[in-house]
């Protein structure tokens, strides 16, 4: 079972709205990533945690804000978003965030920032 | 400063061929790739990876080969099926964390 599964699968939220996007798997991996696509380019990194503790930030704006609240769940928190920020978000987990490991993606959220 | 590059936005292929799927990178520290499939509005899917210690990895219908001197690698798919069109990427890891950089995609499109 290689699943990493998202809620909400769309989202559509104002500007001044927060909500928050969630991300789970069960197969006892322990690095959990998120990454941002926009339409016809490749999926970027915005944060890596690693064994519930954030260890990569890829200078993302604070209106973003992770949280690993276990090895098995990642949230990310929006608050204040802005159109630009409209995309795919993209959880993955990896076994241990060693370099040599395969990343499974979840099939991503839809996002509508309006 | 694009690391991995996908020069063919696309390709179109008969049901049957063989689809060659190209990328290239430029940091000589990378020493392992993959390959994601992805359809629209869904996650990319794994599909085959390989270690910079060897020069090929076959998983079924799909071969990856590493060309190490030419900072080279492809992915064969043999024989193409109608289920295959999708958009491929090639990802590394950065040499120093478990970042993985994304090729730009190639649009691959069989047809019957």
């Known amino acids: 079972d290689t699943e990493v599964t998202q809620t909400p699968k769309h989202l559509v939220m104002g500007m001044t709205n927060k909500k928050s996007l969630k991300c789970e798997q069960h197969m006892g991996h322990r690095a959990m990533y998120w990454y941002k696509q926009k339409a016809k380019k490749p999926p970027e990194l915005m944060f890596v945690?690693?064994?519930?503790?954030?260890?990569i930030n890829e200078s993302v704006p604070s209106r973003f804000s992770p949280e690993c609240p276990n090895s098995s769940l990642l949230n990310l928190h929006l608050h204040a978003l802005q159109p630009e920020d409209s995309a795919l978000y993209l959880c993955?987990?990896?076994?241990?965030?060693?370099?040599?490991?395969?990343?499974?993606f979840g099939p991503g959220t839809r996002l509508l920032v309006l | 400063d694009q690391q991995v590059k996908q020069n063919s936005p696309s390709l179109s292929v008969q049901e049957g061929r063989i689809s060659i799927l190209n990328c290239d990178y430029t940091n000589s520290m990378f020493d392992y790739f993959l390959w994601y499939k992805k359809y629209p509005a869904e996650g990319p899917t794994f599909l085959i990876s390989?270690?910079?210690?060897?020069d090929k990895n076959e998983d079924g219908r799909f071969t990856v080969f590493l060309n190490k001197s030419a900072k080279h690698l492809s992915l064969h798919i043999v024989p193409s099926q109608p289920g295959d069109s999708a958009v491929y990427f090639c990802a590394a890891p950065k040499s120093d964390t478990d970042k993985l950089i994304f090729g730009t995609g190639t649009r691959l499109q069989v047809f019957p």
């Open positions: 945690y690693s064994y519930e503790k954030l260890s």
């Open positions: 993955a987990s990896s076994r241990s965030g060693s370099r040599q490991e395969t990343q499974y």
């Open positions: 390989i270690s910079s210690i060897k």
